[in-house]
């Protein structure tokens, strides 16, 4: 554990493109109770960057160099393709340190439920990264459904949607689904996540997949439909070919609804250079609030600030005992369950999901 002279978690980032930049060491560097200690990337230009951003950092090139430093380490951070996910972790826990694991959480619903037990036997914590349960927008739909202003939920859309024709060279372009590519994978764990979040775990599940760009190797554009237990409807969108953006949220329930556009603006924000200690941080302006009530009296209602640096605020609470992780990885492997028979084209039905809870018990 951390040395009692700086009580600091002693952290390793593994990756350092736009997740291990973005997402997680602006986090890690704002929060006192973590220090930055090691990050790999073996990409030149990037370890130039982070040798500038992060001066008390050691850059190293692999894996093997960071786990090296094992002992001086107590968290690892994996922030690499999914495909490597499942053995940077497995590696990270025999070295004896905790681990975080960004989304998706592994590339198989198997590999998920093996780290996790894994990870038990060896008596460490393990979580993923499900930033976007942190998201101001989520957040206020979160608070509106759990104080019951909208009544009972009937209908909930999500969307994640933007126009982006050219494809950049990085691991999402050459990634199959095979190895955790697709938007589906991509967005999906979010999306999906956040529908079982509100409404529950699901009875039913279908989906519609579509490859659009030319040689592409996973699908860009995704619509999936969940019934939940509970009775709700989720309508889940995917798109990075869509020239017009429909709403982020769209919620009808028995009492009012409520609906949103644009995305919630924190992961540009840390792109521009923008920290999570400066003073808007998280605040979206109120000419992009969401609506509330019913049609013909709608009014504004203010977006709850977004805070990324929640999850790591309770991980720190986690790691020395206080508290549970800050997402229970079995959720992600729940995730992963859906999204794997999506994939295969078999629908999710009541009578499957039920016979297989029944073998879970």
Do not use: C
């Not at 190895?179 to 967005?187: K, M, Q, W």
């Not at 995704?222 to 709403?247: K, Y």
């Amino acid at each position: 554990m951390a040395t009692a002279a700086s009580n600091r978690l002693r952290t390793a980032v593994v990756g350092y493109g736009v997740s291990g930049r973005v997402f997680h060491t602006p986090f890690l560097q704002a929060d006192p109770a973590y220090s930055v200690d090691v990050i790999v990337t073996a990409d030149t230009g990037r370890a130039s960057e982070a040798a500038r951003r992060h001066p008390s950092a050691s850059v190293v090139a692999t894996v093997e160099e960071m786990l090296a430093q094992a002992s001086d380490l107590d968290l690892v951070v994996i922030a690499t393709p999914p495909a490597t996910h499942a053995g940077i972790a497995t590696a990270a826990l025999d070295a004896g340190l905790d681990v975080v694991v960004d989304k998706p959480f592994t590339v198989a619903s198997d590999e998920g439920r093996a780290l996790i037990a894994h990870a038990e036997r060896l008596r460490r914590r393990i979580t993923v990264f499900q930033n976007r349960r942190w998201d101001g927008d989520f957040r206020t739909v979160r608070d509106l459904v759990e104080t019951g202003r909208l009544g009972a939920v009937r209908r909930f859309e999500s969307r994640f949607e933007w126009y982006k024709p050219e494809v950049r060279a990085s691991w999402k372009a050459e990634a199959s689904v095979a190895e955790g590519g697709g938007i589906l994978f991509d967005l999906g764990t979010h999306l999906i996540d956040q529908a079982v979040q509100l409404f529950g775990p699901v009875a039913e599940a279908r989906a519609e997949l579509a490859v659009n760009r030319p040689g592409g190797l996973a699908d860009d554009d995704a619509f999936v439909a969940l019934e939940h237990e509970s009775g709700t409807i989720s309508h889940l969108w995917m798109n990075s070919l869509a020239p017009q953006f429909g709403p982020r949220f769209h919620v009808l329930g028995s009492l009012n609804g409520y609906t949103s556009h644009g995305l919630d603006g924190q992961e540009a924000a840390l792109d521009a250079g923008v920290l999570p200690s400066d003073e808007d941080y998280g605040l979206t302006s109120p000419e992009r609030w969401g609506v509330f009530g019913i049609e013909g009296s709608l009014e504004p209602l203010p977006t709850l600030r977004g805070d990324y640096g929640a999850f790591y605020r309770a991980l720190a609470d986690a790691i020395r005992g206080h508290a549970p992780v800050p997402v229970d990885p079995t959720d992600a492997v729940a995730v992963l369950e859906i999204i794997e028979r999506l994939h295969a084209g078999t629908p999710l039905r009541r009578a499957e999901l039920h016979e297989h809870n029944e073998g879970q018990r």
